[in-house]
T-cell receptor, first 114, second 114 residues
Framework: GAVVSQHPSWVICKSGTSVKIECRSL??????MFWYRQFPKQSLMLMAT?????????EQGVEKDKFLINHASLTLSTLTVTSAHPEDSSFYIC??????????FGPGTRLTVL | AQSVTQPDIHITVSEGASLELRCNYS??????LFWYVQSPGQGLQLLLK??????LVQGIKGFEAEFKRSQSSFNLRKPSVHWSDAAEYFC????????????FGGGTRVLVKP
C-alpha cells in the first residue's frame, strides 16, 4: 500500500513551452501533497504544499505564476511548469501525505528543457 | 527555522564493513526525524523514522538510527554493508504533525567497495 506515482517519468521540451507533471496516490487519499525540486547531486528543496480544494502554499523564492499547482482531487495533484527555460531543468519529486501524516514519495520526473 | 546537516558528502566503505552516517538537526521543538534512501534517478524510500519513545529505532534493510537529544543528532548505522546499499542517503526533520514540511539534509553518497 501507500504507492505514489508520477507521470511522466521523464520529459524533454523546448524552451518556452509548458510541461505538466502528474502526481497520484494510487491506494490512498491525500488531502496534502508536496512538490520538491532536486538539482543534480543536491538535496530536495520543498517548492510548495498542495492542499485539495484550495490554493497551494509556495515556499519563499518559488514563483507561483511559473509553477502552477492544482490539487483537484484527493488522489491527484499536478505541477505545470509554464514557459520552461533551461534553468528549470531538474528532477521534480512529489509526495503525498497519508494516514498518520507520513509522506510517501513518488519516483520523480526528470525535466530537460532544451 | 528547522535545518539538517549531514557533514559527510561521500563515504566509501568495503562490503561487509559497518556504516555510520551522521545527521545533526536544528529544531525548536520535539523533532520528527527520518532517514530516506535514494537510488540513482529514483524517488525516496523511507528507511526509518523517529517520533517519540525508544531512542534506538530499527528500520528496513538492517538499518538502525539513534536519537540523541543532547547532541541534536540522529545517526544512521548498519553493521554490515551490502553492495546494494550504494545510494544517496538523506536525513530529514519535520515538525508538527508527523511528516509536515520536511527539511532535508544535503545527503551522503555511499560507495561500496567489493
Amino acid at each position: 500500500g501507500a504507492v505514489v506515482s508520477q507521470h511522466p517519468s521523464w520529459v524533454i521540451c523546448k524552451s518556452g513551452t509548458s510541461v505538466k507533471i502528474e502526481c497520484r496516490s494510487l491506494d490512498f487519499q491525500a488531502t496534502t501533497m508536496f512538490w520538491y525540486r532536486q538539482f543534480p547531486k543536491q538535496s530536495l528543496m520543498l517548492m510548495a504544499t498542495s492542499n485539495e480544494g484550495s490554493k497551494a502554499t509556495y515556499e519563499q523564492g518559488v514563483e507561483k505564476d511559473k509553477f502552477l499547482i492544482n490539487h483537484a482531487s484527493l488522489t491527484l495533484s499536478t505541477l505545470t511548469v509554464t514557459s520552461a527555460h533551461p534553468e528549470d531543468s531538474s528532477f521534480y519529486i512529489c509526495s503525498a501525505q497519508g494516514v498518520g501524516n507520513e509522506q510517501f514519495f513518488g519516483p520523480g520526473t526528470r525535466l530537460t528543457v532544451l | 527555522a528547522q535545518s539538517v546537516t549531514q557533514p559527510d558528502i561521500h563515504i566509501t566503505v568495503s562490503e561487509g564493513a559497518s556504516l555510520e552516517l551522521r545527521c545533526n538537526y536544528s529544531y525548536g521543538a520535539t523533532p520528527y526525524l527520518f532517514w530516506y534512501v535514494q537510488s540513482p534517478g529514483q524517488g525516496l524510500q523511507l528507511l526509518l523514522k523517529y517520533f517519540s519513545g525508544d531512542t534506538l529505532v530499527q528500520g528496513i534493510k538492517g538499518f538502525e538510527a539513534e536519537f540523541k537529544r543532547s547532541q541534536s543528532s540522529f545517526n544512521l548505522r548498519k553493521p554490515s554493508v551490502h553492495w546494494s546499499d550504494a545510494a544517496e542517503y538523506f536525513c530529514a526533520v519535520g515538525g508538527g504533525a508527523a511528516g509536515n514540511k520536511l527539511t532535508f539534509g544535503g545527503g551522503t553518497r555511499v560507495l561500496v567497495k567489493p
